[in-house]
């Protein structure tokens, strides 16, 4: 399993902090980054399209006077995530923005595309792409992707439904590039545990959104401290597509969590296009998180996260040791 150098070499937790519509901003990306971690965030968070320069100007920046200030603890690469569907009308201009500012790893989701890959490979980006299942696995990797988030039953947004030993088991028979595993990982132990299940990495979304730095709500930090896996809802009608989301958020938006309509895949649209006002409405009020929420026990800043993640994955790594 050969990770890539940027990944191998520059983290000091085997960890990706995945990317958050709405919710990842470049505060959380260079806490979560300079506490040696990669951190990521969507590019359709920089609104309007010419503020994705000014937060990559930002985070490169910041990471970079990091380096000088801490040459023994330098900061892990930063992620971004493109969206790489028919609704997205932003797409080139921000592959275009990526490619200038040359970002070490992209992360695409909701299709996949060789000449967004190739793109990225000209410069020597690294390509992860997030699938649900092993059929999109293969394409992933068919079009040129370098590398695989399996997406597993319990992640926050959009979420699969298969079991993560499932996922991984049936990758792992013919892949052994960089697998990283994402669904309800919140928990230093279930770090460990994603890299005993066949996973290099683990991919961790909802853990961060309780984060000082997140944006976020405060009503909604505190829901995720508040809740745990009971408190999920798999839908798809938010966006078109299954995810999963905290029921209290749904229940102040005067709707049933036990019976809310089917919605189907034609209704997708990422807040670029002409419907954006209510699309948007179904990130900002309804809010998605996975079942990992458990684990969260305060609103922390992200550095101390990801100190209380490696504590917890030291802890189970000697565990073992001792069995
Ligand atoms: C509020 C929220 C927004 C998300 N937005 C995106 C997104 O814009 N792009 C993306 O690729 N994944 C998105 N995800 C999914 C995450 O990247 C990741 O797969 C998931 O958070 C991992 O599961 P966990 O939240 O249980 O740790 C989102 C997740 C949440 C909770």
Request: aromatic letters at 6%; one cysteine or more; glycine letters at 8%.
């Amino acid at each position: 399993m050969a990770l890539p150098s940027p990944l191998k070499d520059r983290l000091r937790l085997p960890v990706v902090a995945s990317p958050m519509f709405i919710v990842s901003n470049p505060e959380l990306v260079i806490a979560q980054c300079t506490a040696g971690i990669v951190g990521s965030f969507p590019t359709l968070n920089a609104r309007p399209q010419s503020a994705l320069r000014e937060w990559l100007t930002r985070i490169e920046e910041a990471l970079a006077k990091h380096d000088a200030n801490n040459p023994e603890a330098p900061a892990a690469p930063y992620a971004v995530n493109l969206i790489v569907h028919k609704s997205n009308d932003r797409l080139a201009e921000d592959l275009a923005t990526v490619v200038e500012f040359q970002a070490p790893i992209v992360i695409t989701s909701l299709g996949a595309r060789a000449d967004v890959n190739e793109a990225i490979h000209s410069y020597g980006g690294i390509v992860l792409h997030d699938v649900i299942n092993n059929r999109f696995a293969r394409k992933a990797i068919e079009k040129g992707a370098d590398g695989l988030i399996a997406v597993a039953a319990g992640a926050g947004g959009h979420a699969g439904t298969q079991s993560p030993f499932a996922l991984l088991q049936e990758i792992r028979e013919w892949f052994d590039g960089p697998v990283l595993l994402s669904g309800a990982i919140a928990h230093g132990r279930s770090v460990l545990a994603a890299q005993a299940a066949g996973a290099d990495l683990a991919y961790v979304g909802s853990a961060f959104i309780a984060t000082t730095e997140a944006n976020a709500d405060p009503a909604y930090k505190q829901m995720i401290v508040d809740s745990g896996a009971a408190d999920i809802v798999y839908s798809n009608l938010f966006t078109g597509v299954h995810g999963n989301y905290l029921r209290g958020s749904i229940e102040a938006a005067g709707l049933d969590p036990a019976s809310l309509p089917e919605s189907d895949p034609s209704a997708m649209d990422f807040g670029t296009g002409p419907d954006a006002g209510s699309d948007a409405k179904a990130w900002r009020d309804i809010w998605g998180a996975g079942q990992g929420v458990g684990a969260v026990d305060a609103v922390a800043p992200a550095a101390d996260v990801v100190r209380r993640l490696t504590a917890e994955y030291e802890a189970a790594k000697e565990r073992l040791r001792l069995m």
